[in-house]
């Protein structure tokens, strides 16, 4: 009888974090080998198997064991907390097999069960650390030369990366996380993010937030792993997140709101990447990459001095900069006003900046794309000039007209609720309401969404427009004369209902055709006489 080694990671030591497979090797096996307190995690699932625990520093003889007793025919659970693949004993157990002359086809059985690492486990009691390039470092200098470790904090500070430090203190082992720190402090900010998790999933686990310089006046131990966030992580309501993307992009009422595909493949929303760098820095990335002893580093700084230029200083900023946010929203001078004053126009350019971008839309209105960490401030000195700001993305817009230049009056009261009232709220798409002052309509409210047009008093209604393509048709008139005291309840419902019941991404027009009846006004099906042939983007 062939033997088998099963190598298994039972993940961070509770019974829900251990795999499914890992528990059958478990029980199926005739021994189980591992370090003492290893075999107490897992002494629920032990069923009468030999044990064989030894000490923690007797990993070789444990896998020798292991690998003996396999050839003797048994089957050998070697167990490892975490993951049996990082820091524990399945490259060992290879070793020792190697040693031996063994080979997949004719020597025992071999199987790594995967589990879930330290790395993985403290991460998710952290909040999401994790998220970007990331790497684990282990301290512990008993089989590795402490100069290599120090290379590798060094270059994994450098580059930037999410750091799990396993094994940073032990009795003895005390210095290492000393001086893991002083090398950390030389390229990230002394207020860098640190999660100090201790036996995550297990009885005594502790969970601390602090940061680089803080750090070692809290316990650090054997059982601890310690998170060093990356230049963007950050703290929120006691958790430790790291932002997936190098920029965070939020508008007013989104704090974060994922890149759609194509804004993400516009050039100046990527400054950094690879494709940016044969045009805008072409010469001067040239002029490095000529240069063949050009570190990485040395390239991203020649990369960040053409994008943020001199005066941020070059020291250090490959890592020290702050990430900044792109601030997103829409401004316009009011509701009804459509002038800018030379005043607003100077504010305008003063928070865009070189760096921002401001977009003139079909909106009736300026997109604004600002990097900046104070987004408080932008809004400030933007609403100090009396701007009308809204949010961008899926949100209600308001396009009204110039009400005759305000000549035509009676009806701006009811834009200026509506938009208070509903100007930037979320939808499950982008929804514009058209208002006209008069029955003339020629801003075109009967072309948007929801187009009101006020006539005689009263308002006229119009649902369900298709504002753009070959197929492009107004509203349908839904009724008329609406009663002022109504008219903004009325809106409100609709906008309500398509909020609550269209399914995300669906246009307003198409919502209305499908429910067929939106507080009670009724869908009419007007097919037109030739096919229209629907043309996609590009078309
Ligand atoms: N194979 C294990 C790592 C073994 S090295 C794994 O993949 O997780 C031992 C180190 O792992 C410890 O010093 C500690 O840094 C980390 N570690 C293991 N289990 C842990 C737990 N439950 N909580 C926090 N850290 C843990």
Redesign the pocket.
Known sequence: MKGKLLVI?FG??SNEHITERAREAIQESDIIIGYKTYVELVEELVTGQEIISTGMTEEVSRAQEAVRQAELGKKVAVI?????G???MAGLVYEVLIEKGWKKATGVEVEVIP?I??IN??ASLLGAPVMHDACTI?LSDHLTPWDLIEKRIEAAAQADFVIAL???KSGRRTRQILEAQRILLKYRSPDTPVGL??????ERQSVVMTNLKEMLNHEIG????VMIGNASTFFYDDLMITPRGYQRKYTLNQTEQPLKPHQRLQKNAEPWALEQFDTSISIKSEEVAANVKASTREIAEEALLAIFGESEGVENSFIKQPIQSIFELAVSPGVANKKFTPKQMMTLVEVVGEEGVMEYTQDHHFKLQIPTSDPDRVIEKLKAEQFLLSPVGDVLTLKACDFCEGEKKDSIPFAEEIQEKLGGIELPKELKIGFNGCGMACYGAVKEDIGIVYRKGAFDLFLGAKTAGRNAHSGQIVAEGIAPDQIVSVVEKIVQEFKEKGYPNERFYKFFKRVKRVQGFEYQDITPSIKIEAAVCGD
């Open positions: 990671g961070p030591g490892s907390s975490g993951d049996a990082v820091y524990g589990g690492s330290a486990s403290c282990s396993y094994n940073p998790v201790k036996s995550a999933y297990r054997m059982l601890t792993t």
